[in-house]
């Protein structure tokens, strides 16, 4: 699957408009009972960056970034500023923010994960585009180095220590992230007398597995 490892613009994703979504199959039995299940294990993001353009140099932008994308076809990087750090938004980023795995003596290659908590229900988010930098690691609560004690693959979200971490040992990790995405339409429809008045393009974005 085609994919550019560059970020849609950040002056124009900021402003946009969307979020998680999730899937669900429900039937409803005779008796008026549901029965609910879903066939997605994650929740895929939507996006709308028409919300983001501010002026015609912002639609000759997006212009741009879509066609050397053509359209669908290529995959590109988003940054959700709603949620894009293992921290809350106000927070600095840590190298405990996150529990990724604990050390087995046998694993020396880790996913970075954000974990979504509310009550005793958790949720684990598989990172696979940290961006380039941001990743801190800690190994039993000690930080570690990037380039020396660890690697990190910015492209997929793995986390690789020469040796497998100490039996029990936490890895955690704080690191920024993007989301992989692509431009859910082959067509961009502006009109220079809608934008003046106020009246934002549709722009269609949505996640992607990679």
Not at 22 to 35: Q, V
Not at 97 to 109: K, S
Request: charged residues 25%.
């Amino acid at each position: 699957m085609a994919f550019h490892e560059v970020r849609f613009p950040a002056s124009l994703s900021f402003g946009s408009v969307g979020g998680p979504e999730r899937r669900t199959d429900i039937i409803t039995l005779a008796n008026g009972f549901e029965e609910r299940n879903t066939p997605w294990a994650h929740s895929r993001r939507r996006y709308d960056a028409g919300f983001g353009l501010r002026s015609l140099d912002d639609v000759e932008a997006l212009i741009a970034f879509f066609e050397a994308r053509q359209g669908q076809l290529i995959g590109f990087r988003w940054k959700d500023w709603s949620d894009y750090k293992s921290c809350p938004p106000s927070d600095e980023i840590d190298a405990l923010d996150q529990l990724i795995a604990v050390g087995d003596e046998t694993t020396a290659r880790f996913q970075l994960t954000k974990t979504y908590r509310s009550g005793p229900t958790t949720y684990a988010r598989p990172i696979t585009k940290p961006v380039a930098g941001t990743v801190r690691v800690a190994v039993g609560g000690d930080t570690v180095q990037d380039g020396v004690d660890f690697d990190v693959d910015i492209e997929t979200g793995e986390v690789t220590f020469p040796h497998p971490p100490d039996q029990g040992a936490e890895i955690r990790a704080g690191f920024e992230f993007d989301v992989p995405v692509r431009f859910d339409t082959d067509a961009v429809m502006t009109s220079l007398s809608s934008f003046q008045a106020g009246e934002a393009p549709n722009v269609p974005i949505v996640e992607i597995r990679v």
